[in-house]
């Protein structure tokens, strides 16, 4: 299955191994979930987990963003434009809308209705993964 994973779903996996967001990167990290991205989001995804603030170790960083770039769906999307609460939301829009596939976020309400994108939390997502 093929999603586009927020950033934020990334960081609150590693953070609290046990909540939601780890399930999701869990199903990443055992190949049952296919990242769709762009280089916008993998560098996102590399800049936000070396923040100072996480304390992730570099080498745990390094590890997870070759392992995404491995076996991510790596594509250039074509522009979209939108007026969206945080501008840094629309490489996952672009990716989500190209690719057709949803967005698994903490943050709902960056994403305001757009025609053709399908949001999921951590939690709904992992109910419809169960459920299909």
């Known amino acids: ?12 996996g590693i ?20 990242i769709c991205a762009d280089s916008r989001i993998i560098n996102e995804y590399r800049n936000v987990l070396l923040r100072d603030k996480f304390g992730f170790p570099k080498k745990l960083v390094d590890d997870l963003i070759d392992f995404i770039e491995s076996t991510a769906i790596l594509v250039s999307p074509p522009p979209v434009l939108l007026d969206l609460i945080d501008e840094g939301d629309l490489p ?6 190209f690719t057709n596939v949803p967005i698994i976020t903490g943050n709902e309400k960056h994403f305001q209705a757009i025609d053709g994108l399908t949001i999921y939390t951590p939690n709904d997502f992992l109910k419809l993964y169960k459920s299909r």
């Open 15 to 34: 953070l609290k191994p046990g909540g939601l967001p780890a399930k999701v990167l869990n199903l990443v990290l055992s190949g049952k979930l296919l």
């Open 1 to 12: 299955m093929k999603v586009v994973v927020d950033t934020n779903v990334i960081v609150s």
């Open 92 to 97: 996952f829009i672009e990716v989500a809308l």
